[in-house]
C-alpha cells in the first residue's frame, strides 16, 4: 500500500509530493503529468494534506524525508 501525502506551504508558493514518507517531487507548482504519473504507476491507497508554516521554507524547501519536518511547523 502507497500513501500519498501532498504538504503545501502557508504562504502558497511550494509544495512537495511524499510517498510512503519519502520525497517524490517538490517546487512551486505540481505539474499534472506528475499527479498522473504516480496515480498510473503506483498503488496509491491513502491520502494525506497538510500545510506548514511558509517561514518554515524560507531556506529554500523540503526534506527529503517527512519525518524530518518538525511537528511544530505544521499548521
Do not use: R
Not at 517524490?24 to 503529468?33: F, N, Q
Not at 491520502?47 to 518538525?70: F, H, K, N, R, S
Amino acid at each position: 500500500m502507497t500513501t500519498l501525502t501532498y504538504i503545501s506551504s502557508s504562504h502558497g508558493d511550494w509544495c512537495a509530493i511524499y510517498l510512503n514518507g519519502l520525497m517524490h517531487t517538490e517546487g512551486h507548482s505540481i505539474p499534472v503529468h506528475d499527479w498522473l504519473d504516480l496515480l498510473q504507476n503506483h498503488d496509491v491507497q491513502q491520502t494525506e494534506q497538510y500545510e506548514v508554516d511558509g517561514d518554515y521554507l524560507e531556506w529554500g524547501g523540503l526534506p527529503e524525508a517527512l519525518v524530518d519536518i518538525p511537528k511544530e511547523k505544521f499548521i
